[in-house]
């Protein structure tokens, strides 16, 4: 089997690695979640600057076509990306949802006003958005949310809660899905609104947590938005939410960020001289292992997508993979950093970061159960 790069893919890979470490400041800590980074924080804010200048270099959606800011790069290239951003902890931060997911939809689902009205915003990076797509009663069964969005003439009226939305509290707006259909039931009868988030009616709250106030909850109190902020037709919510996700399937490259923090371990348990012993190098090792068996399978996945072939349950399958690559590697790192109990550590860090990861967009046992009936065809037993 051939594991090399396309040409113009690891062309494109050294190109944004010679750049990363030219312009990433000394303090920058790969540890950090940049995903989930608070508000005021010097990861989040530096992130949002940065993300400007990774647009200016064509960094930041080089798989956008031409019309929106982009180049039409393609899936070998796009994975490049994602595989060394992740390596240096993303300097993205927020911005990784709204190129890949986000923007794609709208350039699928949007009406010319609103491409005109996002898509170059988001391509400078000057554009944030989150998703508002959970809720206390309807998180891994998503097609059971409440939200409403009731017609009042030109308007809708919005009344409800979302629950575990990432960035509401740096977000300029919210990728909203509510029922439009009060009497339907399920994946029926739902829509997707471009909600601003400073109306007046929503409230943010944010939930306390490991990642520094990273998830936040959403209140809608008759929060008034124009039908024209509909993204697609009225009732079709769940195909525009599931088609925006699909642009995303395999997620991060998380194995990639931890490779270079067991590289980073490596070179500690080398000075002290531990990882001559067969134990610890045998732990590490099976780390390395995992780390390179996620990245086999997205390969296998990206091979696909390079192809145009129908995305299929390898793509959960290496998101699952990915994730619990991280999570191996990390309770190695914490196993054997002799500063793992001290906060803000490269274990402390990097610890908070993966133990939440294999819940977002949708869990481990979700994921779990899609690749049991997708390929290996089970069904549910009572």
Sequence with gaps: MEFGWPEEAL?????????????????????????TAAAGTPHHEFCREFCAKLAKHGYLT??????????????WELFALSEVLSAYGDPRGQQYMNVNWIGPAIMRYGTPEQKTHFLGGMSRGEIQFCQGFSEPDAGSDLAALRTSASRDGEDYLINGQKVWTSYALTADFCFLVVR?????????????????????????????NLMDHGFCELFFDDLRVPVSSRLGPQGEGWKVAMDALAFERIGMARFARALRLLDELIARLHGSGELSTPAVAEKVGRAIAACHAARAIAYRVIDARARSLPPGPEANLARLASNWAEQFAVDVIFELSPDALQAGSLADEALKSALPSG?????????????AKRALGLTGGA
């Design 11 to 35: 062309a494109f890979r050294n190109e944004i690695s010679v750049f990363l470490d030219r312009e990433l400041p000394p303090w920058w800590d790969i540890g950090v979640n940049t995903l």
């Design 62 to 75: 080089p798989h956008w076509p031409t019309e929106h800011g982009g180049r039409n790069a393609g899936a």
């Design 180 to 208: 439009t259909d009060p009497a339907s039931r399920g994946p029926a009868g739902l829509s997707v609104l471009l909600v601003p988030m400073n109306l007046p009616g929503l409230t943010v709250r944010p939930i306390p």
């Design 359 to 371: 819940h977002a967009t949708g869990s481990i046992e979700v994921n779990l159960g899609i690749i």
